[in-house]
């Protein structure tokens, strides 16, 4: 299975502190991604790091990727109690670029 | 409209009963999908349609028979199911455009039908 390990399994931190959580991955990738789920409601879209960028910045949000350790960071700084959500990497490999498959997930809680 | 929407929000059916989710979809994208999440778990994939065509059955039981009747809408088929079929169902769509084009694999998601089976 391609599926990728997160760390922590949970986070809380004070509100205006960062967060970082991490994924790694077995295999290949084309590209990898990041979700935010709130609370049994659908996913939503906040980044994708192409295989051949190392870093990537969209707002408060921060993502880098090492493909030679197969691994990939997301960092939220500035945290705000909003940020409270479930967080999932996603890959897709080479073969088959329309298989995402997620991460085991990161739980994040900011406190207000 | 960036938005996908599912309906039902919740489903409560007995083993014998057959029901279905409903999933649609207006921003022209070709490729949609149907994902199962049980709770403090990530979303597993069953189902891709492209173009409206089947192409990706991760080994999902016939009991859930997916359905694309135009390229707005899919369907989630559910028969006989199992106390343990008991989800979160999740529809999502993408521009199926080839990576080599600048398609991406972004996946657009509905809030979901959470599931029940009694």
């Known amino acids: 299975s391609q599926q990728g390990e997160e760390d922590p399994q949970a986070l809380s931190i004070q509100e205006g502190e960062n967060a970082t959580m991490n994924c790694s991955y077995k295999t290949s990738i084309n590209n990898l991604q990041w979700y935010r789920q709130n609370s049994g409601r659908g996913l939503v879209h906040l980044i994708l790091?192409?295989?051949?960028?190392r870093e990537k910045h969209s707002g408060r949000l921060r993502v880098t990727l090492d493909t030679s350790k197969k691994s990939s960071s997301l960092l939220i700084t500035a945290s705000r109690a909003a940020d409270t959500a479930s967080y999932f990497c996603a890959t897709s490999n080479s073969g088959g670029y329309q298989k995402v498959t997620f991460g085991t997930g990161t739980k994040l809680q900011v406190i207000p | 409209d960036t938005e996908v929407t599912q309906t039902p929000k919740h489903l409560v059916m007995g083993m014998t009963n057959k029901k279905s989710l409903k999933c649609e979809q207006h921003?022209?994208?070709?490729?949609m999908y149907w994902y199962k999440q049980k709770a403090k778990k990530p979303p597993e994939l069953m189902f891709v349609y492209s173009y409206e065509k089947l192409s990706i059955n991760e080994s999902v039981p016939s009991r859930f028979s997916p359905e694309c009747p135009n390229s707005s809408l899919l369907n989630l088929h559910l028969h006989a199911l199992q106390p343990e079929d008991s989800a979160l169902y999740l529809c999502?769509?993408?521009?199926?455009?080839?990576?080599?084009?600048?398609?991406?694999?972004?996946?657009?998601f509905g809030p979901g039908t959470r599931l029940t089976v009694l």
């Open positions: 790091i192409r295989s051949n960028e």
């Open positions: 921003m022209g994208h070709r490729a």
């Open positions: 999502a769509s993408s521009d199926s455009s080839r990576p080599l084009a600048g398609g991406t694999d972004t996946q657009y």
